[in-house]
């Protein structure tokens, strides 16, 4: 996956924690405690986990195993982290960006999604 190779150098300057691939392997590229350059503002990154979800203009939503290991590393997260599901929030949240919206088109998707099923 040649997008790897650019989240994984630090002269591109944008990273992420987690890619969540189309077949569900979980790519970790940088550590937890480490800042990734994930989200478009340092104290954000500074402060979260920035994770990944492989998707395209041609090739929209969660292939099924994807959202499989995208709902185990979510729990793993939130359970390691004690962190509240109203602190997973998208990348459009934080920058004026689409993103995800080839997964979630709109906040209310990824809401629901979240409610469905990370709300357990």
Not at 76 to 85: D, W
Request: charged share 15%; net charge negative; glycine share 4%.
């Amino acid at each position: 996956m040649p997008s790897l190779a650019r989240l994984k150098d630090p002269n591109q300057q944008v990273s992420a924690h987690y890619v969540v691939d189309r077949n569900g392997d979980i790519y970790q590229l940088v550590d937890d405690s480490s800042t990734a350059w994930h989200s478009g503002d340092k104290t954000v990154n500074q402060q979260s986990i920035g994770i990944e979800v492989v998707a395209w203009s041609t090739v929209k939503g969660l292939a099924a195993p994807q959202e499989a290991s995208l709902v185990a590393l979510a729990e793993f997260i939130l359970g390691a982290y004690t962190v509240s599901l109203t602190n997973v929030i998208p990348h459009r949240s934080i920058v004026a960006t689409a993103c995800p919206g080839w997964v979630w088109p709109t906040d209310a998707d990824l809401e629901t999604w979240k409610n469905a099923k990370l709300a357990n």
